[in-house]
Structure formats: C-alpha cells, structure tokens
C-alpha cells in the first residue's frame, strides 16, 4: 500500500467516525466542530467547542472514561463501514492533549527517580493510550520501560540504564 492511499484510507476514517459523531452530537443536541486529520500512521478525530463549553466536558467524563466509550463505538462505526479494524484516536475539548502532556511530566519525574535510585519504578494503571505516552517519553530519555499486569490494572514499569 503506497504512503498516498493509506493516507486516503485513513482519512476515509476520519470522514466515517466525523459523521458518527456529528449526528451522536445532533442527538445529544451540542454543538462542537469536528476536526479530523492523520497523525502517527492513524486518523485522529477532534470534536472541540465552538466557544466555551461544559457540555463537551460531559462527552470525557471522569478520567476520560466516557471519551474512551466514544472512542470504541466511533472505532465500531469505522469497521462496520469499512471491514477494517480502526485505531482512530478521538479527543474531545482537548482532554487527550492536557492528558499528554501530564503524562510526560509524570514520566519524566519517574525517570528522574528512577536515574538518582537505580531502582526501578512502578507507574499507576493506565489505558493503552497513557502507557505509550509513558513508553515514548522513557524512550526519548534513553532508558527503557515495559507494560506489566492485565487490564484494566496494566501498568508501566521505567527501568534503570543497565
């Protein structure tokens, strides 16, 4: 597959999930804008608040646990669509984007830690989404990490240099 018709393929995506959600929105009667583009080999949906809005922080829910429901049903829409399995990622009112950036602040401290003690450390349960957000930071910072535990309880794990 070239570069330009997987391109294509996942900006299809995107098209499918924006009109999923665009109706879930009529539905839900909120207004929010829909933005869709392809980052890091996937499609990425985007619904933001034309303005402030409270409602939008009512599609994330509590730590993001609603967003992620969204997620898997846009994902579903995609593949009954398409036969494909999707790995559209979804953001609403940038919590994914504030999520990130805690996130590497939280793995950064870790890596600080964990470079002074030699000892290795455990990270809190994480979705799949916060661990690579953890395992690219550790990454970039030279040492290593790994995933450890079942979900919903799965974890990382930064190592010390060996």
Do not use: C, W
Not at 2 to 27: N, P, Q
Not at 62 to 71: I, K, R, T
């Amino acid at each position: 597959m070239t570069d330009d018709s997987k391109t294509s393929r996942l900006e299809s995506e995107g098209d499918i999930a924006a009109d999923f959600l665009e109706e879930l929105l009529d539905i839900l009667d909120m207004d929010g804008d829909i933005d869709i583009s392809v980052e890091a080999g996937r499609a990425k949906v985007a619904i933001v608040a034309d303005g402030p809005s409270q409602d939008l922080k009512r599609l994330v829910g509590p730590e993001g646990e609603v967003l992620d429901a969204l997620q898997d049903l846009a994902r579903l829409a995609v593949q009954s669509e398409t036969g494909d399995l999707s790995r559209l990622m979804l953001d609403i009112a940038d919590f994914r984007a504030g999520r990130r950036e805690r996130l590497a602040e939280q793995a950064r401290e870790a890596i600080a830690r964990v470079r002074e003690s030699g000892q290795r450390e455990s990270l809190p349960a994480m979705n799949a989404f916060e661990r690579k957000v953890v395992h690219d930071v550790v990454l970039e910072a030279g040492l290593a990490s790994e995933s450890e535990g079942e979900d919903p309880q799965r974890y990382v794990v930064v190592l010390p240099a060996s």
